[in-house]
């Protein structure tokens, strides 16, 4: 009997540890990435391989499995945000100033999703401002207010629950410097303002 | 000679005092009666198990067909023809996270019959024009310039008959003004995309995007 015991407690073990951990941490590494296939820039990661012929099998599996059609990262940057400068979980019930400063010649494009790709419903009928359509400062800045409630300026509505923005930045400099483990001269940050 | 200075006396729960190291030990919880059945085999054998799982399900996913945009697209689209997409609205997305304020050309190409021919305006930084594999892969990309139209004309062809001689004696050669590019798969998709710097470019977009054509056989 205790031998049947030692038995049962093997054949469980095997199972956790490689049926779950094996299956879990693939989904893990396709989903969410690792420093293997993606990297980050303050709020905002990138999956370094997107679009490329010769991408990792993890950068593969991801486009794969969430019917992605990147355009290749040696021209063009995505990078996804789910959080706010300060780690804190991007979600409707807060509003953020997301400032872009220093992209000058580079066409970008940010626009505001719920976590599964889908756009968020709004009155205004708007989901993402340009490098052409966002207004600027004074100083050249554009600064973008992701709310649920109108706001003056460059408002990027947002309904309810969680939000993840996508910035595109077109500009094979920037895209080599991601690259080459270099910084990418001005990155976005997402600020935020309060919550209800 | 000094006096001998007077030894302090220890107070009588000094010696109970177990050093501080021994007391942590002793403090560790034993481990479980079910953790100390597992053996350092099984242990191993575990995690070369998942070693393989996790390597075998991340491998397979893009080799078990092609990707889930091209599956979708292929459900919606007619073999070679350029099909125009406004901006997406919520709920009426061809796909996730494209970009919500473009329009897109799209031309699902299949090079089972004979060469692909493609012709597309691209009026400004933003627009691109982008050949992928049904895995997603993209092979070929052109990027707008500022200010600028440009005027493309490309036949795609497949990946073996980039080289002249293996093309079939019936299928007339490009002209010199037109760019070949191979493919590595015998469908896939032809991507215009179109950004919109305002409503007010609607208009201009959707005249640019009709000029586009994606025809099969090349150009003579």
């Known amino acids: 009997m205790p031998r049947f015991g030692k038995l049962i407690v093997n054949l469980a073990a095997i199972a956790v540890l490689g049926i779950g951990g094996g299956l879990g941490s693939a989904w893990y590494m396709v989903e969410a990435g690792s420093r293997l296939s993606t990297r980050s820039f303050g709020p905002w990661t990138t999956w370094l391989a997107a679009g490329r012929p010769d991408a990792d099998p993890y950068t593969r599996a991801h486009t794969a499995r969430n019917a992605l059609l990147p355009i290749t990262s040696t021209l063009e940057l995505t990078l996804y945000a789910k959080t706010d400068g300060e780690g804190a979980q991007l979600q409707s019930a807060c509003d953020y100033a997301v400032t872009v400063e220093g992209l000058e010649g580079a066409w970008w494009n940010l626009a505001a999703f719920d976590r599964r790709g889908g756009l968020i419903p709004n009155g205004a009928d708007r989901y993402a401002f340009s490098s052409d359509s966002a207004m600027r400062e004074p100083d050249g800045r554009a600064v973008i207010v992701v709310a649920r409630d109108a706001r003056p300026g460059n408002w990027l509505p947002v309904g309810a629950g969680k939000i993840t923005l996508v910035l595109t930045v077109q500009d094979a400099v920037r895209a080599a410097a991601a690259h080459t483990g270099g910084s990418i001269k001005g990155m976005p940050t997402i600020r935020k303002i309060g919550c209800r | ?220």
């Open chain 2, 1 to 220: 000679m000094n006096p001998r200075l007077p030894t302090p006396m220890l107070p009588e729960r000094w010696p109970n005092l177990a050093p501080a190291a021994l007391r942590i030990r002793a403090a560790r919880p034993p481990a479980p009666g079910w953790l100390r059945k597992i053996g350092w085999r099984t242990a191993l054998g575990a995690l070369l198990l998942g070693g393989i799982l996790h390597l075998g399900a991340t491998l397979t996913v893009p080799l078990l067909g092609p990707g889930l945009a091209y599956q979708k697209l292929r459900e919606l689209l007619p073999a070679n023809t350029m099909v125009v997409v406004a901006p997406a609205q919520p709920g009426k997305q061809l796909l996730p996270f494209l970009l919500p304020d473009a329009y897109y050309g799209i031309c699902r190409y299949s090079l089972a019959g004979d060469a692909v021919s493609i012709s597309a305006p691209l009026l400004d930084l933003g627009w691109t024009l982008s050949l992928h594999t049904p895995h997603g892969d993209n092979f070929y990309v052109i990027p707008g310039q500022q200010l600028r139209t440009t005027d493309l004309s490309l036949v795609i062809v497949p990946g073996a008959e980039k080289s002249g001689d293996l093309m079939p004696a019936t299928r007339r050669a490009p002209t010199p003004s037109e760019d070949q590019i191979a493919s590595p798969s015998e469908e896939g998709l032809i991507i215009i995309r179109a950004p919109l710097k305002g409503l007010a470019w609607k208009g201009e977009a959707e005249a640019a995007l009709s000029r586009a054509k994606c025809t099969p056989g090349v150009k003579s």
